[in-house]
């Protein structure tokens, strides 16, 4: 093991530079002499990328720093004090979203006090951390100001510490644990990144903060996200804690800023309340389909309902006394259990289990004592096997037919297969990212389907496939597949729950469309969540009309009225089906509709497509300059079928003519467009308005003004009037750029504005 301990010295005041006094550094394991750092960023440099343990120790006094670390190593930062909430040790800086002033840091991870990113554990003790922006001092209109990012996939523990902010106080991923701690903010001030599992608040102070430089005095404590899986851990949990809103504030406990593509995960249990709003929630959480809103979703349990004063009886949110007892009683539960979607229980989290007993004791805190348990009388003690690529060793069992390692990750083409040996009642994972699609099956049991286009080569998806009926299980890809991890969990209480019905709808609940033209269905299956929930989408006759794999219709050019049955197919072995009877009519002669960005091929090839090439033709979409690519975790597969997303910027975008994308139609007709339909993705939490052009001849028109400020995670219809003339060709230009309550912006660095699948609609003139 390695270990540096940092003595640091503070100036006399906030605004004056950190005092150079002589500190003892001690760096043992590398033949390193010691060591004195007058900063504490001095210390983390010294600290480099490497795994290992470390402890800044930091004396007493006001540290003006903006702090970064990514790396692999296990760092404590303790304050030299017994002060409560370490009030005499102080890491104080101004930052924003505008400041960005970390300048390691990409997009809006920039805006934090301490930014802490790679694979390590942060470990923070009788520290105050103060991000002092204040609005009235904005240069912009980014209020997130974040004290604490925490972007690691380690683990996030602090004891006696204050964390002062206004918005966005807090931000973490993984798992974290805050003992005994004091934290305020306003807007969001909790909250977790799609990334997080669970952030426990123990004992601890939470206060809302009355900022009369906020156009709005409305608090939301949490406003944490999760990433749709198969498990859902506790989210965050404020535990034995103390809640309050100072006067003039509208305090809920938690709101969700997203309308879709996450879980919301809340949970206020044992504590107690004064100045909350009796109605607690602010909206409605993200939850599952099928699962209780005690299990995914916003909660409350009575005592710390009653201290508010809230209704109880009724209420779906409100936790049973078994809940609390066998789920929130103590941190081991709360830390160490999460949801099992695929098999519909809670389970011990063996893969990321963390032992916060020996870990309280080897760091010296005193600690109430944790009755709860992460194993419960009766349950299974599982078996985990894990299978990454390291190295031969760890995916020895597998056996390997096309893919190979490539970059401690499995890579292969469509064709190539691995089979695991499973013995037992399972649930088999398989983690991918970047790209891939295939199947997973057992040999006794029906197939499941996979879907790893995140895009990225570090964002991942999760597969599972539930074994009843032990046997060996093939994975097979359709397309070039990257697998990052395939774990094994046995489960010996696994029951094969079949698909009882299938009943397709179609969006509008159209029942006729014209030749040409696409409709989105969709399947409700009975049981809600059946063992195996895929299913595959086919048409009676695929020379009228196609449909894919997520249910998109596309339908080609008929002489006549015809109909075909669309039909869904449980992929289960009992394989029933729901169909659907659609009528495809002979095109309207007059009217076209061209669209793009419909599918991943075309956010790829930013290729359209006209239903009417004798009255438009849909040419190359043409970005604007920057970086443009395929998002799929931006995009709401719900409306939006593709999209691009603007990435690799940290600074600010401004102005009506920096972001947008053309959309270039050919009039072989004279023509008018009357209708531009248009989804947007989520870029964060940025306020971003839309503007739409007609340009022509060097000529501009404005088409649609949509000021709502809603341009995320939305579909937008605009009615418009715009003429093209024969032969011309004219350009539909969506525009991006920020506006916020006081008018035009910028759009904050790192936000991601995404613009999704678009369809222009109009008639021959």
Known sequence: MKKIIGL???????????????????????????????????????????????????????????????????????????????????????NNGDLLKCKQASGQKARCVFEFEGTGNLTVENITFHNTFLRKNATGSNGQAETIGFDSTGNLAAYNCAFKSYQDTLRMTGKSWFYQCYVEGDTDFIWMEESGKVALF????????????HTDPTSYIGAPRMTIGNK????????????????????????????????NQVAFVNSSASGIEKSLWKGNALTAEGVLDTV????????????????????????SDSDVKSEFSGRDSILNRYYDIT????????????????????????????????????????????????????????????????????????????TIPVKAKSVVSVTGCAAGNGTIKAAKQGESFYDFNTGSPVKFKEKAYVVYAPSAVTITATKKTTISKITVLSDKKVEFVPVQSIEISSADNAKMIY???????????????????????????????????????????????????????????KGVSGEFKLVISKPDPNSFSVTWLDSL????????????????????????????????????????????????????????????????????????????????????????????????????????????????????????????NKGSTANIRVILYGRDGNGETAIAGGKAPTIATITISGKRK
Request: glycine share 8%; hydrophobic share 35%; aromatic share 10%.
């Open 232 to 263: 859902a851990a506790k989210g965050l949990v404020i535990f034995n804690s103390k809640i309050s809103s100072q006067d003039g504030e509208k305090t809920y406990l938690a709101r969700t800023p997203w309308n879709s593509g996450y879980y």
């Open 601 to 724: 091929d075309a956010s790829n090839s930013l290729e359209g497509r006209s239903d009417n090439e004798d009255i438009a033709k849909a040419n190359k979409a043409v970005p604007s300059a920057g970086t443009w690519k395929h998002n799929a975790s931006k995009i709401n597969a719900t409306f939006a079928k593709g999209g691009i997303t603007y990435t690799g910027y940290s600074g600010k975008i401004e102005g009506k003519d920096t972001l947008y994308v053309d959309f270039p139609i050919t009039a072989q007709e004279n023509l008018e467009i009357n209708e531009i339909e248009a989804a947007f993705g989520n870029h964060g939490t940025s306020n971003v308005a839309v503007l739409i052009q007609g340009i022509s001849g060097g000529k501009k028109t404005e088409l649609a003004l949509d000021e709502s400020r809603k341009a995320r995670s939305a579909k937008k219809t605009y009615e418009v009037a715009y003429t093209i």
């Open 515 to 573: 030749g040409k033209k696409s409709l989105q269905f969709s399947a409700s299956l009975t049981p809600v969540r059946p063992t195996n929930a895929d299913y595959e989408w086919t048409v009676s006759d695929s020379n009228i009309a196609s449909i894919d794999e997520t249910g998109f219709l596309i339908s080609k050019p008929v002489a006549e009225d015809t109909e075909i049955t669309v039909k869904a197919t449980a992929k289960d072995e």
């Open 202 to 213: 123990e004992e601890c102070e939470l206060v809302s903060l009355f900022d009369e430089f």
């Open 296 to 319: 995914i979703g916003w909660k409350i349990d009575k005592a710390t309902a009653e201290s508010i004063g809230a209704e109880t009886d009724g209420k779906a949110y409100v936790l």
């Open 8 to 94: 640091l010295a503070a100036g006399l005041a906030f605004t004056a530079a950190v005092q150079q006094i002589s500190a003892e550094v001690t760096l043992s394991g590398k033949n390193v002499a010691a060591k004195n750092f007058a900063t504490i960023q001095e210390a983390l440099d010294a600290i480099g990328s490497d795994s290992g343990s470390y402890t800044i120790k930091v004396p007493k006094g006001t540290y003006e720093e903006v702090l970064y670390y990514n790396g692999a190593a296990d760092i404590t930062l303790s304050g030299d004090t017994s002060a409560k909430y370490g009030e005499d040790v102080v890491i104080a800086v101004e």
């Open 343 to 418: 098999t519909l229980k809670y389970k011990k989290d063996l893969e990321s289990y963390w032992d916060v007993k020996n870990f309280a004791k080897e760091h010296g805190w005193k600690v109430s004592k944790d009755s709860s348990k992460s194993l419960l009388s009766g349950e299974e003690k599982a078996k985990l096997t894990t299978y990454t690529f390291a190295d031969e060793k760890s995916y020895k069992d597998l056996s390997l037919e096309g893919f190979a390692v490539v970059d401690g990750k499995l890579v292969g083409e469509a064709g190539s297969k691995i």
